[in-house]
């Protein structure tokens, strides 16, 4: 699937969620459920330092896709991770650096990626993009 | 708990508490970071722009008079509330961050190699960078004194590191991350024994009790006005007269200079020598409106009120299972940093946030202490004169939602 339509996924899902409630419950379920990173790959180079939470991104290419593991210290930090990897990772170099974020927007989690949050989540999807850059200058 | 004044007449003073944040009612307990401002404050402000603005110390036109005369009687009114021996030993600054790096750039002229700066080991960011720059810069050395579990200083420590190699000692009044009222008479000195120059960031006292500088014989101490329900980007800086007098002027420019020619430059009387530029007028007469609104209500009767907040709080708070509170000094301003043993600080604000509550969370610009209690940061919550019981009630029922939502 291409980024576009896991990201209209992603908006449809969160439409049925009542209210904000339901959403933080469901991206806290995502945030303890969901094995994102090898332990191996937290280390001090992947780690992202926001304020607040941690952050840690770590990129392997497959083939021609990029595919992103992350973690995070906090859940629902985590939780918003767990989403912009499903919409973001095993995708195209090419494409990673064409998508935008605004459906973060759309399902109404657009506070957790203001810079004033400084949680590590902004600085995490500069790292996804310059990843995809650094790999697509690689395939070239 | 004894109301010792009307606190429902108070918040109509305050418009932003009207305000609904995520269609629940704002409950702001972020006032360590900045206070609210009252309508008082307000129409100073307005006023200022409306019917006086120019600028001071030159005009000879009457509007620059009013304003000159209004900026200076600030001025006076902060002395007073200070208890300053002299006008001029206030200097308008851009808040506590701009007096630091002032006298930190002051005595950086002043220190040789091998002199020691002592400072304790809750500081904010903006009283241990400073000083570590200054440290670079001379060859000093930047000792601290450290802090027990409660969040209180060792003073048994402090007296040690005390030597005639001493030149400075820097400390909060009230750590802004903690809360703890440091026993800064006593600080003081002991440092004037050994011959050391002390700076007290007064901060995070300001909003809570009245700082009497003559009295505690401190040579300097530091306020920003938007701590005290006045404005941001507005603070005063208190210095001994014959300390102002040896300190080189931090900025050159206008307004601070005597004569100025090509090959020599004379520098202007205090409070001028340190005050270079257009200030922000405004600022430091709605600083001296700000107090006076404050003096009004009383500070042993906020001192007082705020004290039943801290307690009611504090009890309900720690009846949660796993809540520990940083920061258990006896003498302690209403502030209470607190974590969920294994949940995040940011997690529970975020849930907070959506329930209209603020609090701050993070590190508190006090990484120091985060490191000493080896957590990543708290959860903050800071209470002022104008918040109620009612308002704690909200805060422990989302503190208990959070916690049930993230466990």
Same mark, same amino acid.
């Given at each position: 699937?291409?980024?576009?339509?896991?990201?209209?996924?992603?908006?449809?899902?969160?439409?049925?969620?009542?209210?904000?409630?339901?959403?933080?419950? !469901?991206?806290?379920?995502?945030?303890?459920?969901?094995?994102?990173?090898?332990?191996?790959?937290?280390?001090?180079?992947?780690?992202?330092?926001?304020?607040?939470?941690?952050?840690?991104?770590?990129?392997?290419?497959?083939?021609?896709?990029?595919?992103?593991?992350?973690?995070?210290?906090?859940?629902?930090?985590?939780?918003?991770?767990?989403?912009?990897?499903?919409?973001?990772?095993?995708?195209?170099?090419?494409?990673?650096?064409?998508?935008?974020?605004?459906?973060?927007?759309?399902?109404?989690?657009?506070?957790?990626?203001?810079?004033?949050?400084?949680?590590?989540?902004?600085?995490?999807?500069?790292?996804?993009?310059?990843?995809?850059?650094?790999?697509?200058?690689?395939?070239? | 708990?004894?109301?010792?004044?009307?606190?429902?007449?108070?918040?109509?003073?305050?418009?932003?508490?009207?305000?609904?944040?995520?269609?629940?009612?704002?409950?702001?307990?972020?006032?360590?970071?900045?206070?609210?401002?009252?309508?008082?404050?307000?129409?100073?402000?307005?006023?200022? !722009?409306?019917?006086?603005?120019?600028?001071?110390?030159?005009?000879?036109?009457?509007?620059?008079?009013?304003?000159?005369?209004?900026?200076?009687?600030?001025?006076?009114?902060?002395?007073?509330?200070?208890?300053?021996?002299?006008?001029?030993?206030?200097?308008?600054?851009?808040?506590?961050?701009?007096?630091?790096?002032?006298?930190?750039?002051?005595?950086?002229?002043?220190?040789?190699?091998?002199?020691?700066?002592?400072?304790?080991?809750?500081?904010?960011?903006?009283?241990?960078?400073?000083?570590?720059?200054?440290?670079?810069?001379?060859?000093?050395?930047?000792?601290?004194?450290?802090?027990?579990?409660?969040?209180?200083?060792?003073?048994?420590?402090?007296?040690?590191?005390?030597?005639?190699?001493?030149?400075?000692?820097?400390?909060?009044?009230?750590?802004?991350?903690?809360?703890?009222?440091?026993?800064?008479?006593?600080?003081?000195?002991?440092?004037?024994?050994?011959?050391?120059?002390?700076?007290?960031?007064?901060?995070?006292?300001?909003?809570?009790?009245?700082?009497?500088?003559?009295?505690?014989?401190?040579?300097?101490?530091?306020?920003?006005?938007?701590?005290?329900?006045?404005?941001?980007?507005?603070?005063?800086?208190?210095?001994?007269?014959?300390?102002?007098?040896?300190?080189?002027? !931090?900025?050159?420019?206008?307004?601070?200079?005597?004569?100025?020619?090509?090959?020599?430059?004379?520098?202007?009387?205090?409070?001028?020598?340190?005050?270079?530029?257009?200030?922000?007028?405004?600022?430091?007469?709605?600083?001296?409106?700000?107090?006076?609104?404050?003096?009004?209500?009383?500070?042993?009767?906020?001192?007082?009120?705020?004290?039943?907040?801290?307690?009611?709080?504090?009890?309900?708070?720690?009846?949660?299972?796993?809540?520990?509170?940083?920061?258990?000094?006896?003498?302690?301003?209403?502030?209470?940093?607190?974590?969920?043993?294994?949940?995040?600080?940011?997690?529970?604000?975020?849930?907070?946030?959506?329930?209209?509550?603020?609090?701050?969370?993070?590190?508190?610009?006090?990484?120091?202490?985060?490191?000493?209690?080896?957590?990543?940061?708290?959860?903050?919550?800071?209470?002022?004169?104008?918040?109620?019981?009612?308002?704690?009630?909200?805060?422990?029922?989302?503190?208990?939602?959070?916690?049930?939502?993230?466990?």
């Amino acid at each position: 699937m291409k980024i576009k339509e896991i990201q209209k996924e992603i908006v449809d899902e969160f439409e049925m969620f009542e209210d904000w409630m339901q959403r933080y419950e !469901y991206m806290i379920d995502l945030g303890k459920s969901l094995p994102l990173i090898d332990e191996q790959y937290k280390t001090e180079d992947n780690i992202i330092k926001g304020c607040q939470s941690k952050v840690w991104v770590h990129a392997e290419l497959e083939e021609d896709k990029l595919v992103f593991t992350a973690d995070s210290d906090a859940i629902i930090t985590k939780g918003i991770i767990a989403i912009l990897i499903r919409a973001f990772s095993k995708q195209k170099p090419k494409d990673i650096i064409e998508a935008d974020t605004e459906f973060i927007d759309a399902i109404g989690l657009k506070e957790h990626l203001s810079p004033t949050r400084a949680n590590g989540l902004v600085s995490m999807i500069k790292q996804l993009k310059l990843y995809a850059v650094a790999y697509q200058t690689q395939l070239n | 708990m004894i109301v010792m004044f009307d606190v429902q007449k108070i918040r109509k003073d305050f418009p932003i508490l009207k305000r609904e944040i995520n269609g629940k009612p704002l409950v702001y307990l972020d006032n360590a970071a900045t206070s609210q401002t009252p309508v008082q404050v307000i129409d100073c402000i307005v006023d200022y !722009y409306s019917n006086y603005n120019a600028n001071i110390h030159r005009g000879v036109h009457a509007l620059s008079q009013e304003a000159t005369d209004k900026y200076e009687e600030a001025r006076k009114k902060i002395q007073r509330h200070f208890n300053a021996a002299k006008p001029h030993e206030i200097i308008f600054t851009s808040g506590t961050t701009h007096s630091i790096n002032l006298v930190a750039n002051g005595f950086s002229s002043l220190l040789k190699k091998g002199d020691e700066i002592l400072v304790s080991a809750m500081e904010h960011h903006s009283n241990i960078v400073p000083w570590q720059m200054l440290a670079e810069k001379t060859g000093a050395l930047l000792k601290v004194i450290p802090m027990n579990e409660e969040g209180g200083l060792l003073m048994e420590i402090y007296d040690e590191l005390l030597s005639e190699k001493t030149e400075l000692v820097f400390c909060n009044h009230i750590s802004n991350a903690l809360g703890t009222i440091n026993p800064i008479a006593e600080i003081i000195q002991k440092a004037h024994q050994v011959g050391a120059v002390v700076l007290i960031d007064g901060a995070q006292a300001a909003p809570h009790l009245v700082a009497d500088v003559q009295q505690l014989d401190v040579d300097f101490y530091t306020v920003s006005a938007h701590k005290v329900c006045g404005p941001t980007g507005q603070g005063m800086l208190y210095g001994k007269e014959e300390w102002l007098n040896k300190l080189p002027p !931090y900025q050159g420019g206008g307004e601070m200079i005597a004569e100025v020619t090509f090959e020599k430059t004379t520098y202007a009387d205090l409070p001028h020598k340190f005050e270079a530029g257009t200030p922000n007028i405004c600022g430091g007469i709605a600083f001296g409106a700000a107090l006076d609104y404050m003096n009004a209500i009383g500070f042993k009767a906020i001192a007082a009120y705020e004290d039943a907040l801290l307690k009611n709080a504090t009890k309900k708070l720690l009846e949660i299972e796993g809540l520990r509170i940083y920061g258990t000094s006896e003498n302690k301003a209403a502030v209470i940093s607190f974590n969920i043993e294994g949940l995040h600080p940011y997690d529970i604000g975020s849930i907070l946030d959506k329930l209209g509550v603020a609090v701050r969370t993070g590190h508190h610009c006090a990484q120091p202490i985060m490191d000493f209690y080896k957590i990543p940061g708290t959860v903050r919550a800071s209470f002022s004169f104008y918040n109620t019981t009612d308002e704690i009630d909200i805060l422990v029922e989302g503190v208990k939602r959070a916690k049930n939502m993230l466990q």
